[in-house]
């Protein structure tokens, strides 16, 4: 017996058999194999699979049926996709993919399976126990009535007029969805936040910040949603994540200050970095997503990475990249859960002020204003200066003898809610967008300020009405006549991407898009 906890997930048809024989035989079954019965392993999905890690599990074996031998024909192709991808992640982090492993076997295959347990039991030994520390417990419960009470008047709730003009705003309401943000800041101040509706549509906003700007008042809405679900919250369970969580557990894991990211080994050999650059480019969680998203919507965020790098090096500027830092926490923050977003946070400075950096430069608009914002906001000091990628290229450009190839394509854009709303700054990739030379470029119908969120925040609430919410948005974007929707957030592109895999509505709406640090990247040149 070892220190190290081993999952076996186990299908409850062929390979269950051989290990009932097992069991009857009495034997040697590694002790810290705990087995969990399963009705087919391709309902084990990535974020199972990953939550396992995220507790604190050593090793996971997902153990099923042998290829042509599933009961319900796809669980083993599900399997393989599923562990694939989960060992990319794992390598990714610096857990190392090697702890996760599939295996397949038939009812009377038992001396193979023990094999294989015994196994992979040893070599997880040689590995050591994961060096992952569970986040994942009861938060103590508080006066909750009086910190709500404190959360409505920090951020002005008690001024809200009742007029409505945050509902007929609200993207959520108007394609259909029964929520109101009047009626949440009615029962923050009247003291019914526990009614069942009022929970569920604190987790429904999509923190867009658009009822903001039609608030007479200036009510802070999305803050205020933000900071209550870190109240009603009362444990990591509850919150309405989407793709079961998979993202939260990603970052809470990474919260362990004994992992060895290396989320960096995949770049290219044709941008230059530099190990001693006081400069760094912060990447954002990209890797990650196009991991996890690939066999759905066959994603490729890092595009956005590598062209930014390019974009740095075409100025000569050759950015340092830090292996151990992690997720900015945005996702954790707005979801309910403060106390691993400071962690994350804490953990990021402290590796940026240990390397001595003094500018980091990032093209996520959530890393953006998580990093320039929400940590001074909850007391972490930086010492280094933080700057979106478009503030570099556009001061840059302004200098002069920089120009753009023709772009034989007609564009439009979708504004990212953290930088054309909170950051007040929707100007800014239209600057970049102006300086291009496409075919055409035209404004969808709700843009800058007034844009239309791409349906979700934080991996919060995806339901029905988010998917017609990009509905909405993909079909205001075809009705400009243009062929290319300039993305400015990797989100945006995963999100409305998702949409458009709709079986129903097929190439109805399918539109090709491109991150706009990508359409520089290739487009730009010295004149």
């Known amino acids: 017996m070892t220190d190290s906890k081993i999952i076996l997930f186990l299908c409850n048809w062929g390979p269950h058999s051989a290990y009932q024989v097992l069991q009857d035989q009495a034997a040697m079954i590694p002790g810290e194999i705990k087995m969990v019965r399963i009705p087919c392993t391709g309902r084990i999905s990535k974020a199972l699979l990953f939550k396992c890690f995220e507790m604190g599990a050593s090793g996971v074996a997902l153990v099923g049926c042998s290829p042509g031998t599933c009961r319900y024909g796809t669980g083993t192709t599900n399997a393989q996709g599923h562990v694939e991808d989960t060992r990319g992640i794992l390598e990714l982090l610096g857990l190392g993919k090697e ?161 060895k990211i290396r989320q960096w080994d995949w770049l290219p050999d044709d941008v230059t970095i530099d190990k001693k650059s006081k400069i760094v480019f912060f990447g954002g969680c990209a890797p990650y997503f196009d991991l996890f998203f690939t066999r759905h919507i066959g994603l490729n965020t890092r595009d956005i990475l590598v062209d930014s790098i390019r974009l740095l090096n075409f100025f000569d500027i050759h950015p340092r990249l830090l292996e151990n830092m992690r997720c900015c926490g945005h996702d954790l923050l707005w979801s309910g859960d403060k106390t691993n977003f400071l962690k994350l946070a804490r953990l990021n400075v402290a590796s940026l002020h240990e390397a001595g950096i003094e500018e980091v430069v990032t093209a996520c608009p959530e890393c953006y204003r998580t990093l320039c914002r929400d940590y001074p906001e909850h007391g972490i000091e930086l010492d280094f200066k933080v700057t979106h990628i478009y503030d570099f290229l556009e001061n840059e450009i302004d200098k002069g003898a920089v120009g753009f190839k023709p772009l034989n394509r007609k564009l439009t854009f979708q504004d990212p809610c953290r930088l054309s709303r909170f950051e007040n700054r929707p100007e800014l990739p239209r600057k970049l967008i102006n300086r291009l030379n496409p075919e055409a470029f035209s404004e969808m119908l709700d843009h800058g300020a007034n844009a239309i969120c791409c349906g979700n925040s934080a991996w919060i609430g995806c339901d029905s009405f988010s998917k017609a919410l990009q509905v909405k948005r993909i079909g205001q974007a075809k009705d400009t006549g243009s062929d290319l929707l300039v993305t400015g957030c990797p989100k945006c592109q995963i999100h409305l991407r998702c949409a458009m895999e709709d079986p129903f509505r097929g190439e109805e709406l399918k539109m090709e898009m491109m991150d706009l640090t990508s359409v520089l990247a290739k487009t730009i040149e010295w004149e």
């Open 99 to 259: 702890r996760l492993r599939l295996a397949t076997f038939l009812p009377d295959e038992s001396e193979a399976l023990l094999e294989f347990l015994q196994s992979f039991s040893g070599e997880i030994e040689e590995m050591g126990p994961s060096p992952v520390i569970p986040t994942l417990v009861q938060k103590p419960k508080s006066d909750r009535d009086e910190e709500i009470r404190r959360l409505a008047a920090l951020y002005d709730v008690f001024a809200c007029q009742d007029c409505g003009k945050c509902s007929s705003a609200c993207p959520l309401t108007l394609v259909g969805k029964p929520f109101s943000p009047r009626a949440t800041a009615n029962a923050a101040i009247s003291g019914q936040i526990i009614s069942p509706s009022v929970q569920d549509d604190i987790w429904s906003c999509l923190t867009c910040g658009l009822c903001y700007e039609r608030c007479p008042s200036a009510v802070d809405f999305s803050s205020f949603i933000r900071d209550l679900r870190d109240v009603v919250v009362e444990s990591r369970l509850d919150t309405h994540a989407a793709h079961g969580g998979f993202f939260h557990s990603l970052m809470r894991t990474m919260t362990s200050v004994s992992l």
